[in-house]
């Protein structure tokens, strides 16, 4: 470890060099947090939620890292919207199957994160995924459309994955197996606006959100705990990645008014614009909350159709 500038230090993930802030979370505590310390940091609502998820350490693809990374201070956006079969199914791999809301209509989304304390420091993240029906499902049930529907237990595959930082990029990337690149990104989430702003490689804007943010309902820690399951291969195998979310505050719209997403040019709108979407049909806003994202583990899945 060396000081790459007064405010940052250089460390070694896996044999790839990356610099955090000095003084940050992963500079102090390498993915093993003090949670009271922690629970003092006037961003941050409680750490409860996170004392009973115990980190284990395993080797990865960037070496001997602890599990679950924990994000103790999150905000989230996410447009959910219809999209034809057809296009989705030419944008997944053949092992996996678009969930469907209805024969030959399924479900993308574009997503927003702003992580304001976590144990990889401050980052913001976007994506472009597609709800996916579970990797080894039999016949999917209708509590499966439903939990999907509610964003409340997901299964996607993501196609775009652009993170703020460097850390972000080659956990994510080279550890996860997801898409991601380093890029800059604005992201501010509160309870009357939702922005966001995702620059392509030009400087331009690859893709972009203004928004009011719908009424918020606050929530007790743990009575609301959702799941995403995501699906990467990681050398050729397929992994699954299971993020759990801990809602304190989030709401939902189901209609289009005061939502603008302008598509520019960029790998994000250009993965949108493949899977032709038709129109939103939720959006839903999370002005507080917080996650648990686990390390990928090797899953097994079904070829389409059978």
């Avoid at 201070?73 to 447009?79: D, E, F, G, H, P």
């Avoid at 030419?90 to 030959?104: F, I, K, M």
Wanted: with cysteine; net charge positive; charged share 20%.
């Amino acid at each position: 470890m060396s000081s790459a500038q007064n405010d940052t230090v250089t460390m070694d993930l896996g044999g790839r060099k990356v610099t955090v802030p000095k003084g940050g979370l992963y500079d102090r505590y390498r993915m093993a947090p003090d949670l009271d310390a922690i629970a003092r940091d006037p961003r941050v609502s409680g750490v409860d939620f996170f004392r009973k998820l115990p980190k284990v350490k395993v080797d990865s693809p960037i070496g001997p890292t602890l599990t679950p990374n924990f994000y103790y201070a999150i905000s989230t956006a996410r447009l959910t919207m219809l999209a034809p079969s057809g296009a989705i199914r030419a944008r997944l791999p053949e092992e996996l199957s678009p969930l469907e809301v209805v024969p030959g209509i399924g479900l993308v989304s574009v997503m927003f994160f702003r992580y304001d304390v976590c144990d990889i420091d401050f980052y913001t993240e976007a994506a472009v995924g597609i709800a996916v029906k579970p990797a080894r499902h039999g016949k999917l049930g209708f509590f499966d459309l439903v939990s999907g529907l509610k964003n409340e237990h997901l299964h996607s595959y993501v196609l775009s994955l652009p993170v703020s930082t460097e850390i972000a990029q080659v956990r994510g990337h080279h550890g996860y197996g997801f898409p991601k690149w380093v890029t800059g990104m604005e992201v501010g989430i509160d309870r009357h606006r939702t922005t966001a702003r995702v620059t392509n490689d030009a400087g331009g804007v690859d893709l972009s959100l203004l928004a009011n943010t719908p009424a918020q309902r606050s929530c007790a820690s743990g009575e609301r705990v959702g799941s995403l399951t995501s699906y990467t291969t990681i050398d050729g195998a397929w992994h699954s990645t299971l993020n759990q979310t801990n809602v304190l505050s989030a709401g939902t719209t189901h209609g289009t008014s005061g939502i603008t997403l302008r598509l520019g040019e960029g790998r994000m709108s250009d993965d949108l614009r493949s899977l032709r979407p038709k129109r939103t049909i939720r959006f839903d806003v999370m002005t507080q909350g917080q996650a648990a994202l686990h390390m990928p583990v090797p899953t097994s899945v079904q070829s389409r159709g059978k």
